[in-house]
């Protein structure tokens, strides 16, 4: 039987130790790789011992989302000279086939960015203005977006770097940072809307009319008139906070209402009456008696008020109580005053002409409560 010496142990030892140290080398160096990160179109060189693409992206420090697009995908491996590429999904606030909703992205224009939505009618999306990044193009490949503004529609054809200031350029419109400007994609075809936006205060003034105040004086001729004060119409203004959008208020509110009282005209209504049995007097109340007797009832002047109070207007009112007419004159009242027949079977103007010559001789006591309810003395 063969004993190997202790040196024979060693070297043997030492030989095997040699191979596997050599093993282990090969090895080694072939998990060391040398590959190229690009995320976003942005590329830079990687060099490590990595696995798979997960180790190579961790190492470059890029985190991943669950929207985000890898290729190759994160646990693939790979291999010295490999390219990996990631793609940042983007979210978007959309409104797909009229209900507002958002979608993940990871498209490289606007075209593609709706086509992915896969709506069965449209899908709006609002145009990136920003001035601090870089906006999407309008599509990848040349074609006709239709713009629309202002009531008319306008084709631009695109290139693959049309972004929507190019677009309106192109078209020759002009927008304001109010104004909203939305893609739309439907049937296939991609349009480029503009709606215009104005913003701010209104106010607006609704005038309130004044009245007429008709008020008895004594010391006025009967059928004359007299003002005492003009009238002068009030106003009632509004102010408003409103928003319009292409001429169609969507934002209406409230901020103010002031009122404005107008002020109500004064006209004194003559009463007083020349004596009836001087030629002039007679002359005076003969000729007033059809027009101006009448033409105060109809004005709605006081003795239409008391009138009213009296009888409800009617001057034919027979109750059979004992009073007649307009005025509610007793049979021997009325002939006292020199009236003729029954109150009740002569004309209004008639009939006021009687009262004002009792409102003469006795005042307004002859109709104690309706000249108290008026305010007549």
């Known amino acids: 039987m063969w004993n190997p010496s202790r040196w024979t142990v060693i070297a043997t030892a030492s030989a095997l130790a040699l191979t596997m140290m050599s093993t282990a080398g090969i090895a080694v160096a072939s ?3 040398e590959v190229t990160v690009e995320v976003d179109g942005v590329s830079r060189p990687m ?12 190492a470059a420090g890029v985190v991943v989302s669950e929207h985000d697009l890898v290729a190759p995908a994160t646990e693939e491996s790979v291999r010295s000279g490999d390219t990996v590429a990631m793609r940042s999904a983007t979210r978007y606030d959309v409104v797909v086939d009229g209900r507002r909703d958002h979608a993940w992205s990871t498209a490289t224009s606007v075209a593609h960015v709706l086509d992915s939505i896969g709506a069965q009618d449209s899908v709006v999306l609002a145009a990136d203005r920003s001035t601090v990044r870089e906006k999407l193009p309008a599509a990848a490949d040349a074609q006709t977006v239709t713009i629309i503004a202002d009531g008319q529609r306008i084709p631009v054809e695109t290139t693959d770097t049309s972004d929507v200031t190019a677009l309106l350029e192109d078209a020759g419109v002009s927008v304001s940072a109010l104004d909203r400007v939305e893609f739309i994609s439907e049937d296939g075809a991609l349009t480029l809307r503009v709606s215009r936006v104005t913003r701010g205060n209104v106010s607006t003034t609704t005038a309130v009319p004044f009245t007429t105040e008709e008020r008895a004086d004594d010391s006025l001729e009967f059928g004359k008139t007299r003002v005492i004060e003009e009238g002068k119409d009030g106003s009632v203004t509004t102010t408003s ?7 169609e208020v969507t934002v209406d509110v409230l901020l103010s209402k002031e009122r404005v009282e107008p002020v109500t005209k004064i006209v004194a209504v003559g009463t007083k009456m020349k004596d009836p049995n001087s030629a002039d007097g007679l002359a ?5 008696r059809d027009s ?4 105060l009832v109809s004005s709605g002047g006081v003795w239409a ?7 409800g207007g009617n001057p034919a009112t027979n109750t059979g109580n004992g009073f007649y007419g307009a005025y509610q004159f007793s049979l021997s009242t009325w002939q006292a005053v020199g009236g003729s027949g ?4 002569n004309s209004l103007a008639e009939q006021t002409y009687r009262a004002q010559l009792l409102q003469q001789r006795a005042g307004w006591g002859q109709w ?3 000249s108290a309810s008026l305010g007549l003395r």
């Open 368 to 370: 104690p409560a309706c």
């Open 31 to 33: 998990s060391y790789k």
């Open 292 to 295: 101006a007797g009448a033409a």
């Open 305 to 311: 008020a008391l009138a009213q109070c009296e009888s």
């Open 284 to 288: 005076s109340m003969s000729a007033a």
């Open 342 to 345: 029954l109150p009740s079977e």
């Open 241 to 247: 906070y409103q928003e319009t959008v292409d001429g």
């Open 47 to 58: 060099s490590g011992f990595f696995p798979n693409v997960a180790s190579v992206l961790a």
